[in-house]
């Protein structure tokens, strides 16, 4: 009687395989990430509306530079926010950080619509992108912990995806709040505190991971007997030594753990370089574009906004599945690939308004959704106790290189004074990501290491 039963629970299909709090975890880390999209894209689609506010007329012909030092800033706050969150994630719960990360995001989002200076407005990016560092690690190591093996890819894209549609509500958002005058950009900032409303239905919903539960039971009794060691003078075993040791140098401390992490370093160095050196000028481009043909470029900056995370939003998910079909290293290499390639069709041999749009969709499912590979393959290398820590730092520790990709680009696009052979100069980056993957150890459908 058992094995129809269990036949008949092996033919559903995936997603009926997943229970309440698997869903709920997912959409917490979803909403946390779509957060943190809004906030990020804000910041992209309103710098030009801002500086015009903040500067004087003379200094206008340097925007380029000064948007890519605020990217630039913005940058190393999330960095170094980020690899703090990961490792506090570690230590008092994925669940808790997440809350306080929600939290302190929604109250210095606001804080930039009061900016009265160039100098003032930089500053307050700084506190932002700190910030926001700390949702990702925490929301990744979530999901990983608890979907299924077979299915974790897919929740990785799911979750990522967050990152588009946060894109794509702040390009739509702007679309109806830009014609609202000099001030309008503001308004942007202070609708980037509503997120803080989600915190309570975190602190109901969403339950501990059970494997970080554990991980902390281990870690709270390897404390309790390095004390008893160091009082009668017998040594630790070395997975004592290993939960005790600061999660950080742990990380570094196993030649293993550590040869993965430089690989994965090198890929989510060329990941984010690249995203925030090139993509992050698509909306001003096809703006500058359609200012040459007397339209609105702020128009057309939200729609190449909407249309270019309609895109990533696809290619999130899409990223997540396929890696669940192929494996996580060849599907990253494709991605890499196939974004360098879009990046001269998108800046250079495109030049209609109309199928400019279209091509802003189908680079950003690779420039973009090439993402979901860190929430993919990094949480599934790295054992319980280390894993939002090695996650974050991982993911975060490239932005304190890649904020040279926007102070580069800034400088190329003056320098040059057009987007398009500036991009393709960053775009080559996306071949270290190639070099680089095949170190990192395939792990589709392997379970978490312990």
């Given at each position: ?26 959409l917490a880390a ?8 809004y906030e990020t ?372 696009i003056t320098y ?35």
């Amino acid at each position: 009687m058992s094995t129809p039963t269990i036949a008949a629970a092996d033919n559903r299909p995936w997603y009926r395989t997943l229970n309440k709090e698997q869903w709920n975890t997912l959409l917490a880390a979803n909403l946390g990430w779509a957060f943190d999209g809004y906030e990020t894209y804000a910041l992209i689609l309103t710098m030009g509306a801002a500086f015009r506010q903040l500067l004087p007329a003379e200094s206008y012909a340097n925007i380029p530079f000064y948007a890519g030092l605020t990217i630039a800033v913005t940058l190393l706050g999330w960095g170094i926010g980020g690899i703090v969150g990961g490792i506090v994630s570690d230590y008092i719960g994925r669940k808790r950080t997440l809350i306080y990360a929600v939290l302190a995001y929604s109250a210095v989002t606001g804080f930039t619509a009061i900016a009265w200076s160039l100098w003032s407005f930089i500053a307050l990016r700084f506190i932002v992108g700190f910030a926001l560092g700390s949702e990702w690690g925490t929301g990744t190591s979530m999901v990983a912990e608890m979907w299924p093996d077979k299915h974790r890819g897919k929740g990785a894209g799911l979750m990522q995806c967050g990152l588009g549609i946060g894109f794509f509500f702040a390009s739509a958002t702007w679309f109806f709040v830009s014609p609202m005058g000099p001030d309008a950009w503001r308004w942007m900032y202070v609708i980037g505190v509503l997120p803080a409303l989600a915190v309570g239905w975190i602190r109901k919903r969403i339950k501990e991971p059970e494997k970080w539960t554990e991980s902390d039971r281990k870690r709270r009794a390897a404390v309790e007997a390095q004390k008893e060691a160091v009082k009668s003078g017998q040594p630790l075993s070395t997975a004592d030594k290993n939960l005790t040791r600061f999660t950080l140098i742990d990380l570094f401390a196993d030649p293993k753990y550590r040869r993965r992490t430089i690989a994965a370093f090198l890929m989510s160095t060329t990941t984010t370089l690249a995203w925030w050196g090139i993509s992050t000028w698509v909306p001003p481009y096809v703006g500058s574009l359609a200012k040459l043909e007397g339209l609105s470029p702020e128009r057309w900056a939200s729609l190449a906004g909407m249309f270019y995370n309609a895109g990533a939003i696809v290619g999130y998910i899409s990223l997540g599945f396929f890696a669940d079909i192929y494996g996580r290293r060849p599907v990253t290499i494709a991605w890499f690939a196939i974004s360098l390639l879009m990046t001269p069709v998108l800046f250079l041999w495109t030049h209609n308004l109309y199928l400019l749009l279209i091509v802003c969709s189908i680079n950003a499912f690779f420039t973009l959704g090439q993402y979901t590979w860190c929430s993919t393959w990094l949480p599934e290398a790295y054992p319980t106790r280390i894993r939002a820590t090695a996650v974050s730092f991982c993911f975060n520790a490239p932005r304190f290189i890649a904020f040279t990709g926007p102070l580069l680009a800034g400088t190329l696009i003056t320098y040059f004074g057009s987007y398009g052979r500036a991009a393709v100069i960053v775009s080559m980056i996306y071949i270290l990501g190639i070099v680089a993957a095949p170190f990192f150890p395939e792990t589709r459908g392997k379970p978490l290491p312990e």
